[in-house]
């Protein structure tokens, strides 16, 4: 199994910016999508960004939509989110997430289709 782990949160004042790297143990192959959650104490979590490892396909919460961006680093193993203009509504533990490859065709929003988690890395934004 993949394992993954986060760094990168920290305090941020509101519209400012902030890179998440999600490091990956193990095999990725291009067919795994990569994702990145967020979930605010008595929140849902929600979904965020996610891309195949390849960066093909991407897609972005309407929340985030042109402000974070999702990328990889495949000689890495690495998953970045770039976080900019960010705003107080964007505190939260972030998690980074692989389906494993078990979506082969799409990209899916819902975290339950994401059975591998790092552990997160909170964010917090001050306004």
């Known amino acids: 199994q993949v394992q993954l782990v986060e760094s990168g949160g920290q305090l941020v004042q509101a519209g400012g910016s902030l890179r998440l790297t999600c490091t990956a143990s193990?095999?990725?192959?291009?067919?795994?999508?990569m994702g990145w959650f967020r979930q605010a104490p008595g929140k849902e979590r929600e979904f965020v960004a996610a891309?195949?490892?390849?960066?093909?396909?991407?897609r972005y919460g309407d929340s985030v939509k042109g402000r974070f961006t999702i990328s990889n680093d495949n000689a890495k193993n690495t998953v970045y989110l770039q976080m900019n203009s960010l705003k107080p509504e964007d505190t939260a533990v972030y998690y980074c997430?692989?389906?494993?490859?078990?979506?082969?065709?799409?990209?899916?929003?819902?975290?339950?289709?994401?059975?591998?988690w790092g552990q997160g890395t909170q964010v917090t934004v001050s306004s």
């Open positions: 891309s195949k490892w390849n960066g093909r396909n991407t």
């Open positions: 997430a692989t389906d494993q490859g078990n979506n082969f065709f799409i990209i899916s929003t819902a975290a339950a289709m994401y059975p591998y």
């Open positions: 193990g095999r990725i192959l291009s067919s795994y999508t």
